[in-house]
């Protein structure tokens, strides 16, 4: 059970790392108006084909974002269902005794200041 929490972790961080970065791949609708992607009329067909690079880079956000919310869900399920739940901390063992705090010291010389009315 352990491993298969860890492929949902892994799985989850991959997932979240892929939408952080198509989203910030993706140009907004404004970022198109006065500007030319490439040089000359069809250079979005270069890599993603006819549709551009939109409808890939939006369809992969989407997909990542489904596995991020799918894995989230998972984790919800796993801890839920398990029966351990927070830190559990009843079989670690003490080995040494906790050092016993120091007492103050018990000699009376502390210094006294001369009283003005004894000179």
Same mark, same amino acid.
């Given at each position: 059970?352990?491993?298969?929490k860890?492929?949902?972790?892994?799985?989850? *961080?991959?997932?979240?790392?892929?939408?952080? =970065?198509? =989203?910030?791949?993706?140009?907004?609708?404004?970022?198109? $108006?006065?500007?030319t992607?490439?040089?000359?009329?069809?250079?979005?067909?270069?890599?993603?084909?006819?549709?551009?690079?939109?409808?890939?880079?939006?369809?992969? &956000?989407? *997909? $990542? $974002?489904?596995?991020?919310?799918?894995?989230?869900? $998972?984790?919800?399920?796993?801890?839920?269902?398990?029966?351990?739940?927070?830190?559990?901390?009843?079989? =670690?063992?003490? &080995?040494q005794?906790?050092p016993?705090?120091?007492?103050?010291?018990?000699?009376?010389? &502390?210094? =006294?200041?001369?009283?003005?009315?004894?000179?």
């Open positions: 059970m352990e491993a298969f860890t492929l949902i972790w892994i799985i989850n *961080i991959i997932s979240a790392l892929a939408v952080i =970065v198509l =989203v910030l791949l993706q140009h907004g609708k404004g970022a198109d $108006a006065g500007a992607f490439g040089s000359g009329s069809g250079s979005a067909q270069g890599v993603f084909g006819s549709a551009g690079n939109a409808n890939f880079l939006s369809r992969s &956000t989407a *997909i $990542a $974002a489904t596995f991020f919310f799918a894995t989230c869900m $998972a984790m919800v399920y796993i801890h839920t269902h398990s029966s351990k739940h927070g830190l559990d901390f009843s079989d =670690v063992k003490q &080995t005794q906790a016993k705090p120091a007492t103050p010291a018990q000699n009376n010389t &502390t210094p =006294v200041a001369p009283n003005p009315q004894q000179q």
